[in-house]
Structures are given as C-alpha cells and as structure tokens.
C-alpha cells in the first residue's frame, strides 16, 4: 500500500452510499470521468477525506518504446483487482466490485438479491440469483403497468420499506423482449419507498402453467433471507428487517411459464388484495 500511496495521482473523489464510504483516485485525470458513470445508484460525493474501501487505478497506454504496451491496473486497498489493456474491462470489474462491496457492507440498508417493481402503492419482490429470469419478469411486468424499481437488488431499510435500486435493467436472454420506453428513463425519477405487498418466488419451467402456493410471512422472511447478501455476517438484523418487510405481505412459491404470461397473474393479486 505505501508503494501506492507514493504515485503521483492526478484525482481522485470520495463517496458516500448505503452508509459506507468509497474512495477512488487515478494516475490520469480523465479515467475518473470513466468511472464515474459505474457507480451503483444511490453515490453521492463526500467531503470527508476517511474511506472505507478504497480504490487506486494506474491508466495504461503505450509504453515509451514501440511495441511496449503498458496494462492498466485497478487496485482495492493494496489488492490488485485487474490487469488489462481495455478500459471496458477495467470499468466492469470496478462496477462489479463496487456493488458487491456495498451490497454486502451496507448499513443499516439490506441487499436482498431480488427484481422489484411497484404497483399500486405496493411493492412486488423477485427474489432470485443473477441468471435465473428476474429481468425477464421485471420487463414483463413494466409492460403490464408496473413500476420499474430494479431488476438486481432490492434495497430494504430497518422498517421493511423498499428503496429503489435504479440501475439500467438488464435482459440477458437475447429473445428477451425490450421493456417500454417508461423502464428505460426511470432510472432519472426519484422513485418512492414502498411497503413489500408480495413476494414471488418462482422456478421458471418452458411451456408449463402458472402454479403457485402461499407461504406464511415466516416461510417468506426465511425465503428472502437466502437471497440477502449479508446474511452471513448480520444474521439478526438481516431477519429483523426481513420479518418487517414480509409481516403484512403475501408470499407465493411455484412454477411459472414465460414472463408476459406470469405477469398478469402477479398483478391482479395486488389489485385484488
């Protein structure tokens, strides 16, 4: 770490999300206007010179003699994170990084890895790993009418309510359909908390039916605290949150057909609850 501390660094910037704070410092000013931009929702710069993750990027480029190609480095705390010569593989692994940093240190907010959009009022929660359909189900419930919340993470504060996490969406399957223009902008609205008014936990099955059944809001707090990434190291305060969020909410277990087909299903249930 000393021997990073002696670099000439151009800039840098400190940051405050979720309770933490990060710092990010370059050998070249204009790799921080490159990074900026991957910041997860909810950054907001920070006068405070204290960090508690920090983060040190050395730009590449050409070397000084032909044919030497210098990599660009990307370091956390003294830990090299990447070496690379593209600066889009050294954005991706510092936006990953940064996300799973906050996703697992925050407080007193909760990560719970979930799709979330908002419906009359109420929040409807997706849990599940990266890969298993949330976006899918996410756009095709925008479609429907729902509002875009994210299609990643759902942010839960110590009473339950569920903060918006407006990153862009991402639809992994390429025959996925594109959601409406309205998904599209909403990461630039400042978007409501909402109480969690249903939980859907879903195995998606190619040409079978909608099937569902009810779980207790004990079976669902559990249900959630799998998908919760501090679960580990903040177990109580995690199921704390997690009984707030589910006490007044219907949780439903099953197995779904393609998305457009599930949504409507999802949300007649809060217009009729």
């Known amino acids: 770490m000393a021997k990073l501390d002696r670099l000439g660094w151009a800039a840098g ?15 070249d000013a204009p790799l921080l206007d490159l990074l900026l931009p991957e910041l997860p929702p909810g950054c907001h710069e920070n006068s405070t010179p204290q960090v508690d993750e920090l983060y040190s990027v050395i730009g590449g480029g050409p070397g000084p003699h032909p044919g030497i190609h210098r990599l660009h480095l990307l370091y956390v705390g003294s830990y090299n994170l990447i070496r690379t010569r593209t600066l889009a593989d050294l954005c991706a692994t510092f936006r990953n990084d940064v996300e799973a940093y906050l996703a697992k240190a ?20 997706l849990p599940g790993r990266t890969h298993t359909g949330k976006s899918e189900l996410v756009a095709a419930l925008v479609n429907a009418g729902a509002e875009y ?18 990153r862009p ?18 990461p630039r609205r400042r978007l ?29 707090a559990l249900g959630l605290l799998g998908h919760t990434i ?12 997690l009984t707030a969020a589910t006490r007044s909410a219907q949780g439903w ?21």
């Open 13 to 27: 910037i400190t940051l405050s999300a979720y309770g933490r704070r990060v710092g990010i410092r370059v050998t």
């Open 106 to 125: 925050a407080r007193p907010s909760l990560f719970v890895h979930a799709g979330v959009v908002g419906y009359r009022g109420g929040a409807v929660l």
């Open 149 to 166: 919340y994210s299609d990643e993470f759902a942010i839960l504060d110590p009473q339950g309510r569920v903060h918006a996490y407006p």
């Open 169 to 186: 969406p991402v639809l992994r399957r390429i025959d996925a359909p594109a959601g409406p223009s309205d998904m599209a902008n909403s």
């Open 192 to 220: 409501p908390s909402l109480p969690v008014r249903l939980v859907v936990a879903t195995a998606f099955r190619t040409g079978r039916a909608w099937q569902m059944s009810t779980m207790t809001p004990g079976e669902t």
């Open 230 to 241: 501090a679960a580990r190291t903040r177990p109580r305060a995690a199921l704390k949150t």
């Open 253 to 273: 277990r099953g197995i779904r057909g393609e998305a457009e087909d599930a949504a409507p299903h999802i949300l007649r249930a809060l217009i009729t609850k």
